[in-house]
């Protein structure tokens, strides 16, 4: 039996533990020495705009911010950096997140993309400023191959609220 993952499928509430502890596995993936590759994605940053979308009373703007002080702090890069980019992503994807929710998975990491690519260019306009040189249009590469991990990771998230199949002649839900 294969879980589909249509729209008509009725959720259980996501655990916050749950939450948290994808935030920590991207935050952790963040930390390993392949995130400095021009093609890794930004993990945080693809995870907080999946829950600023699907739960957007849980994860919100202090959610962003505090998992931007920790990445500046492991990139030793500009204090804030990391953290305008992450409140600035995820009040607009909360502020989104209805209308993402209609479209099926394939057109949201559509609306995905422009999201993922304004924290790279906040964060390239804040190293800007102090005068460090552009890094070459390599450093875009990330957020489209988040992109397409979009519906993997839809895919693997959602699999602990999906409730079993079962069939009431009773009941109509």
């Known amino acids: 039996m294969q879980p589909t993952f249509s729209s008509s499928r009725i959720?259980?509430?996501?655990?916050?533990?749950?939450?948290?502890?994808?935030?920590?596995?991207?935050?952790?993936?963040n930390y390993l020495p392949t995130s400095a590759w021009m093609w890794m994605p930004d993990w945080v940053a693809l995870l907080l705009v999946f829950w600023s979308i699907r739960?957007?009373?849980?994860?919100g703007m202090g959610s962003g911010f505090i998992l931007g002080l920790a990445m500046d702090v492991a990139d030793a890069s500009l204090l804030g950096?990391?953290?305008?980019a992450y409140v600035l992503l995820t009040y607009v994807a909360s502020?989104?997140?209805?209308?993402i929710l209609w479209f099926p998975v394939g057109q949201q990491a559509l609306h995905v993309l422009p999201l993922l690519l304004m924290v790279?260019?906040?964060?390239?306009?804040?190293?800007?400023?102090?005068g460090v040189e552009f890094p070459g249009l390599n450093y875009f590469i990330g957020p489209?191959?988040?992109t397409a991990l979009w519906l993997p990771l839809t895919v693997v998230l959602l699999l602990p609220?999906?409730?079993?199949?079962?069939?009431?002649?009773n009941r109509p839900i």
Do not use: K, T
């Open 120 to 130: 790279q260019i906040v964060q390239l306009g804040v190293r800007a400023m102090p």
């Open 144 to 146: 489209f191959v988040a």
């Open 81 to 84: 950096q990391h953290a305008l």
């Open 55 to 59: 739960e957007p009373r849980r994860v």
């Open 95 to 99: 502020s989104l997140s209805r209308r």
């Open 11 to 29: 959720l259980q509430p996501v655990r916050p533990w749950f939450i948290v502890l994808s935030l920590l596995a991207a935050l952790l993936l």
């Open 161 to 169: 609220q999906y409730q079993p199949v079962e069939r009431d002649a």
